[in-house]
C-alpha cells in the first residue's frame, strides 16, 4: 500500500517481531507481512513503516543491533 517502505527484512520470525515491537514501543507503526512458505519456512518477514517514519525506525534497528 502507498505510503509504507520496507525497511526490515529476515528469515527469522523472532527477529521481524523483535524489530516490530521495539518501534512500536517508540510510536512507530510498523507492520509485518510473512512471505514465508509455512511449509518449509523458506522466505522472508518483511517489516514496513510510513515513509514519515523510515529515518528514526532505521536508526533505531540499527541501535538495536549495535547492542
Known sequence: ???WVLIFTTN???E???V???LNEN???AVSLNKQS???LIGEIEVYVKSTDVI???QLISKQQEN
Open 38 to 40: 509455512s511449509a518449509h
Open 56 to 58: 528514526r525506525a532505521k
Open 12 to 14: 527469522n520470525l523472532p
Open 1 to 3: 500500500e502507498k505510503g
Open 27 to 29: 510510536e512507530i507503526i
Open 20 to 22: 516490530k515491537t521495539l
Open 16 to 18: 521481524a517481531e523483535m
